[in-house]
Structure formats: structure tokens, C-alpha cells
């Protein structure tokens, strides 16, 4: 089974503070993606990485950078914490397309519920 | 750009029973993949089911099924002998050309015992 652990379930920081947020999978997926996940919102894209050191900007990538040094994992990073960056954040995983797997479905981690006070 | 709308934050069910969770999107696109993934509380975000664009067959996965209306964009989901355990948000999903996902708002399905 396809695994994906992000390194804090809950997270509580101040304003101003750096944060980071780690994504380990361990199915050697090229694909890696972060989401920030708020009510009647549903999910949104923040970044996401084809490659190692490779990222591209989603819809809502202000305030936020990404690190992908390993194939396997993927740091979200927060340069100085805002209290509208409160919010869940989910980390996603999927190999690129193929003819045998053309859908490239996306595997979550748990997620990560960060507070900035 | 591609835009998927979920008009029900909310539905519940009396176990045992079926419910429809309705979806539709906005596309130009001719091929696509569209899905459902099911967010149990405080649990992990697992895919339910997908449906190619392209094939004209619905989806079913056990108790899941899909409604696929291609002209009307239109990507409902059917879950019949409703359990406890179908308690979740419910996403809807497009993938776009560039493999990316464009998510629905949510509907929050209750399970009435």
C-alpha cells in the first residue's frame, strides 16, 4: 500500500514564526502536491513538484515556498506565519501517467491541522 | 478554466438506505478523468471511484456507482445500502489536462442509524 505521512498532525505557531511541513511517500512516486483544505472551500492547490527540485506554482501559492531535495519528500514552508495561513494542509502523491495507469490517482497523507495565533 | 461544483454542503441518509451526492463541472474538454474521494473524520482522504471521460459505461465500485452524463456535465454519485462507516466528505474531482485536480466544495454525508 501506498503510504504518505506527513510530520505533524496538529501544529500551533505565531505570527511571524518560519514553519515547516514535511511529506515523506514511500512508492518512489514522481508526483508530489500540497493542498490547503478550509470549509466550503474544498481543496486547493499551493504547489506542486514533477521531479526532484523541480516545483511549479498552484493556485494560491502566495506565502508560501517548497523544497523537494529527494524524490520522496516534500517541504511546504511558511516564511513567516500569518493568521490566514491557518488552515489543514494536505500533502498528495501519484506517479506520472502511463499507458497501464493513465489516471495518475493522487494518494493523501493525514494532514496537518496548522493554527498561527 | 475547468470548475466543479458540489450544491450540497450537506445530506444525510438513513443507514441501509441510497443517497445521490450531485457534482457538475465545466469543461471544453473532450477527454478527462473525474472522481470521487470520500474524507472520513479525522482520517485520511481515500479514493472512491473515477470515471474515464471517454468510456461510456458507469463506474461502480460495490455499493459506489456513478451517474455520468457527459453532455449535461454531470457526475453524480450513488451509494446504496448506506453503512455507519460511509459517514465523510464526500470531493469531487476533474483532472485537467495538465494532471492537475480541480476539487469541489465538499458535501458532508450523515449516516442516520
Known amino acids: 500500500d501506498v503510504k504518505v505521512t506527513q510530520s505533524s498532525r496538529y501544529l500551533v505557531k505565531r505570527t511571524g514564526e518560519k514553519v515547516f511541513l514535511e511529506c515523506v511517500q514511500d512508492?518512489?512516486?514522481?508526483?508530489m502536491f500540497w493542498y490547503r483544505q478550509d470549509p466550503g472551500l474544498g481543496l486547493r492547490l499551493i504547489y506542486f513538484s514533477y521531479d526532484v527540485k523541480m516545483k511549479e506554482k498552484g493556485d494560491i501559492p502566495e506565502g508560501y515556498s517548497v523544497s523537494r531535495e529527494k524524490k520522496e519528500r516534500f517541504s511546504l514552508i511558511l516564511e513567516s506565519a500569518s493568521t490566514n495561513q491557518t488552515s489543514m494542509y494536505l500533502c498528495a502523491s501519484s506517479l506520472y501517467p502511463t499507458a497501464t495507469t493513465p489516471h495518475n490517482e493522487q494518494f493523501f497523507g493525514p494532514g496537518t491541522r496548522l493554527t498561527v495565533l | 478554466a475547468q470548475t466543479v461544483t458540489q450544491s450540497q454542503p450537506e445530506m444525510s441518509v438513513q443507514e441501509a438506505e441510497t443517497v445521490t451526492l450531485s457534482c457538475t463541472y465545466d469543461t471544453s474538454e473532450s477527454d478527462y478523468y473525474l472522481f470521487w474521494y470520500k474524507q472520513p473524520p479525522s482520517r485520511q482522504m481515500i479514493l472512491v471511484i473515477r470515471q474515464e471521460a471517454y468510456k461510456q459505461q458507469n463506474a461502480t465500485e460495490n455499493r459506489f456507482s456513478v451517474n455520468f452524463q457527459k453532455a449535461a456535465k454531470s457526475f453524480s454519485l450513488k451509494i446504496s445500502d448506506s453503512q455507519l462507516g460511509d459517514a465523510a466528505m464526500y470531493f469531487c474531482?476533474?483532472?485537467?489536462?495538465?494532471?492537475?485536480?480541480?476539487w469541489g466544495a465538499g458535501t458532508k454525508l450523515i449516516i442516520k442509524p
Open positions: 512508492m518512489d512516486h514522481e508526483n
Open positions: 474531482a476533474y483532472r485537467d489536462s495538465n494532471y492537475q485536480l480541480i
